[in-house]
């Protein structure tokens, strides 16, 4: 489909972005992710199936099937390409990297195209390029997503949100010795920015928005929001819990459960 290679063409200008992802620690949380699924598969399990569920559900009451955008597509491990891929005439998979395993699959299946874009809008780039935390703030202002959605038919934005900040403010923090208070208005930016690029009536958000930490009694030790934007006020939305960590890992001496909502808007 020529529309949909010259919309991917205009949209995602090809840039490189290797540099700046190895030195900001995308790469390597790209690996990290990878192998605590290997060590948690049975604890993501129901929240993998809730989130394939619900994308494929969205999916179906597209208005049109001719292109959808997976925004954050990682590894495919919370991502039903299949189901999409029988689905849409397009399916377009939009992350800052793709493993070489989501690429041998993306050809095995024809109708995959893979874009690698820096979906923060150039704050990854930003980040690495500044010479101070201020001159950060002041470029993270004026910058404008990469990514103009709306020429999609359907827009799924998967996990990603409260991932956005995460990678980007560590990187801030241990770059310029800045707080977290800080950092809280770059967390703001960068979420809402990502908030207000979907497109109104065709998109699909799944996002984390609490993270609660229990000892090995089970008992709660620290209860943390993630979320620094404003949603989209929906009527309807589905919520489950994701058990992200069980073996002590992510926080010390705690296992880690995530509070998930899923909802269209």
Not at 5 to 16: E, H, S, V, Y
Not at 45 to 68: P, Y
Request: hydrophobic share 40%; proline share 3%.
């Amino acid at each position: 489909m020529s529309f949909i290679n010259g919309l991917i063409n205009r949209l995602f200008p090809a840039k490189n972005l290797s540099v700046a992802m190895r030195r900001a620690g995308y790469l390597k949380d790209q690996t990290g992710i990878r192998r605590r699924y290997e060590r948690e598969q049975e604890s993501w399990q129901q929240h993998i199936d809730n989130t394939r569920g619900f994308v494929v559900e969205s999916a179906r009451k597209a208005a049109s099937l001719k292109s959808v955008a997976v925004l954050g597509s990682g590894w495919l491990l919370d991502v039903p390409v299949d189901e999409l891929s029988q689905m849409f005439e397009i399916v377009c998979l939009i992350d800052i990297v793709h493993p070489e395993p989501v690429k041998v699959r993306a050809r095995k299946l024809g109708n995959v195209r893979l874009v690698e874009a820096d979906i923060t809008g150039g704050a990854v780039q930003q980040a690495v390029n500044a010479r101070s935390f201020q001159q950060f703030v002041d470029n993270l202002k004026n910058i404008k997503p990469d990514a103009e959605l709306s020429g999609y038919d359907f827009v799924v934005s998967v996990n990603l949100l409260n991932q956005l900040d995460i990678i980007l403010c560590d990187y801030l923090q241990e770059r310029f010795k800045v707080d977290s208070q800080q950092l809280k208005p770059v967390r703001a930016m960068v979420q809402q920015r990502h908030i207000d690029s979907l497109p109104v009536g065709k998109s699909c958000l799944i996002t984390d928005y609490q993270q609660i930490d229990t000892d090995l009694d089970g008992a709660v030790t620290a209860t943390t929001n993630l979320l620094h934007c404003k949603l989209p006020d929906v009527d309807e939305k589905k919520e489950w819990n994701w058990l992200f960590d069980t073996n002590q890992r992510y926080s010390v001496k705690n296992n880690t459960t995530f509070k998930v909502m899923a909802f269209c808007f």
